[in-house]
């Protein structure tokens, strides 16, 4: 008997009114009354905010000058921020040196750029132990003695630069240390098992300030007589605790969406507890505890306008400086705050679009 | 053949006894799993296990490399007796090789890293060599051309091949198969079990599988085990098990699977 032959059905375009962006508008914004009627809402509420907003930002805002005398009009006085613009951005960093401030925050982007980068053997190789390394070289550079530049104090350390570094160098130290208490927490030993709940609950318990009034007063008495540590380095040690504790949850939960079936079959392999954990389970954690890592880490981020409060000039600081400074007087606030907010949005908006690129690339499969 | 209690390596001839399980007893939680095992194994044989589900099977075959713990009884495999030192179970994983239901490969490598990982991490391989074995093995398992592609790329009947690839790479002494083929599409049943056939005919490992694939049992065993209610109800040769079953509750299961 002749086997009548199975050949499959070639796929055909989509019909036109599926594709496209009339198509894309019917489906989006005109589905329903009450989808057309937010359309509307939506559309006339930009239409009557935008423009006012242009106006002040930029077709009436004051550019140039220097001095307070030179904003006239109703719009935003950019003169102010245009004149302490150093102060903002790197607090009372001795004037000829800026470049060392400049150095640091480039090398951050730098070795970010490079970590997305790199094909993987050199990721692992190279831009894990330089980020490591990172906010010690900072100090170095920063404080200059070893160098041989001249010494600034950490005292005249300030503006947004502070916050970045300060945010970055936390972040990077927090990483491996809130990966470790969370293995702890899920240790089979009870006294490491103990020590890293005790440590989580209390880092996470107690809220960002009091750690830092501790940070600045209470610590320095748990140090042995005559030592003297640097408030920064305090606050540093702090918000790295505080971090962790967060970041170790954040862990936990992405321990507890990995198949068993990966532990076992890095046990039946051989591997020790260390390799299983480092190149089994690390790597897939970090992809699906991505987006509340970066969340973590945009509060953080937002936290060191905290320090503020423990007299450290960070962008805050300086820029209420700035605000009750006599030749300034007179409700530049607006223009203050928002630069400030607009330099936060710029980056945390940049961190989201890393982190969106990171994990595109661990992405691999959504199956086991 | 001598017991020590130290994890040194001894060579096992074909034949002689290289599992041995005494009165193994395991509990969760106050649930009797397994009842007074007593397996022997000797090198180079071919045993499928099979039995209702709950019926201990695949936990007893997970005692062997120590994914599971049991408390009462004594285990030996290779030479090395299964007791609580960290030497011991490394030692003994490094000669069991594993193959699981859901292949549990590792999502985040390459099916060539996925290969290489155990070799150059647990034996300390160079990677080339690594590579050169784990490339021999793709070639084996008929899947050479999938190296660079990420487990989620292939389908299942291939992911597991790439699992039994992945055990064969660590050249271990003994291989384990949990249900291999109970997760696959009936297309791709074939291909797995196929390669496990090659497998016993060509090395001659030493293989334990749970499996419900009674026509792989047949010709491949050498003994057939069935389990119920966490005991060793029956074990005989093929023909025996298959033709004549000595207890009411196998001819039961028999008669309810084929």
């Known amino acids: ?368 | 053949m001598t017991i020590n209690n130290q994890a040194t390596k001894q060579k096992i001839e074909k034949g002689e006894n290289i599992i041995v399980i005494e009165d193994m007893n395991k509990w969760y939680g106050n649930f009797h799993v397994l009842k007074d095992i007593n397996l022997t194994v000797k090198k180079g044989e071919r045993i499928v296990v099979c039995g209702p589900s709950g019926s201990g099977k695949s936990t007893m075959i997970r005692c062997i490399n120590r994914l599971e713990v049991f408390q009462q009884g004594s285990l030996i495999v290779n030479g090395v007796p299964m007791i609580d030192d960290v030497k011991n179970i490394e030692s003994i994983r490094r000669e069991v090789g594993m193959v699981f239901q859901h292949f549990n490969l590792f999502p985040h490598l390459t099916i060539l890293e996925n290969l290489t990982l155990g070799p150059i991490w647990v034996q300390k391989k160079p990677k080339e060599e690594a590579e050169a074995t784990a490339m021999k093995y793709l070639e084996r398992v008929k899947i050479p051309d999938q190296a660079l592609k990420f487990p989620g790329q292939l389908s299942g009947g291939q992911q597991q091949r790439v699992a039994i690839a992945r055990s064969l790479c660590m050249a271990p002494e003994i291989m384990l198969f949990d249900e291999p083929t109970s997760a696959l599409d009936p297309e791709m049943i074939k291909e797995v079990l196929d390669v496990m056939i090659e497998l016993a005919d060509e090395e001659g490992m030493t293989m334990i599988c749970v499996t419900h694939e009674m026509g792989f049992a047949k010709t491949v065993a050498d003994r057939v085990i069935f389990m119920d209610g966490g005991e060793i109800v029956e074990e005989n040769t093929p023909h025996e098990f298959f033709d004549k079953p000595e207890t009411d509750r196998l001819q039961l299961f028999l008669s309810q699977i084929i």
């Open chain 1, 1 to 368: 008997m002749n086997m009548k032959e199975f050949i499959a059905k070639p796929a055909k375009p989509a019909p036109s009114s599926a594709v496209g962006p009339v198509a894309w508008m019917r489906e989006n914004l005109f589905s329903s009354i009450l989808n057309t009627a937010c359309t509307v809402v939506f559309v006339a509420f930009l239409v009557s905010i935008i423009p006012a907003l242009f106006d002040w930002f930029f077709w009436s805002a004051n550019f140039a000058g220097a001095t307070q005398a030179a904003c006239v009009g109703d719009g935003a006085c950019w003169v102010f921020t245009k004149a302490w613009f150093q102060q903002l951005m790197y607090g009372s960093y001795t004037d000829g040196e800026l470049w060392r401030v400049n150095i640091c925050v480039i090398s951050l982007f730098a070795v970010i750029y490079a970590a997305t980068k790199l094909p993987k053997d050199y990721r692992n190789k190279i831009a894990i132990p330089l980020f490591l390394v990172l906010p010690f070289i900072w100090i170095i550079i920063l404080n200059g003695k070893l160098l041989g530049l001249e010494h600034v104090s950490t005292d005249y350390w300030g503006g947004f630069a502070l916050n970045v570094l300060m945010a970055a160098a936390s972040i990077i130290v927090a990483f491996p240390l809130s990966f470790l208490w969370a293995l702890g927490r899920r240790s089979e030993m009870p006294f490491a098992r103990t020590v890293c709940v005790i440590l989580i609950e209390f880092f996470r318990g107690v809220p960002v300030l009091a750690l830092f009034f501790m940070g600045s007063v209470m610590l320095p008495l748990f140090f042995p007589e005559g030592t003297n540590v640097d408030k920064l380095i305090r606050v540093w040690i702090v918000l790295i605790l505080f971090m962790s504790g967060y970041m170790a949850e954040v862990f936990r939960g992405g321990f507890q969406a990995i198949p068993q079936g990966q532990y076992e079959a890095a046990d039946s392999i051989g591997l020790s507890y260390w390799q299983k954990n480092l190149l089994i389970i690390l790597p897939q954690n970090i992809k699906i505890s991505m987006p509340n890592i970066l969340a973590t880490f945009i509060m953080l981020f937002k936290n060191t306008t905290f320090l503020l409060i423990i007299g450290i000039f960070e962008i805050l600081s300086t820029t209420q400086a700035a605000l009750t400074n006599s030749n300034w007087l007179g409700g530049h606030s607006t223009e203050g705050y928002v630069f400030v907010a607009l330099l936060f949005w710029i980056c945390c908006f940049s961190m989201s679009m890393i982190s969106n690129s990171i994990e595109r690339k661990l992405e691999t499969s959504h199956r086991n």
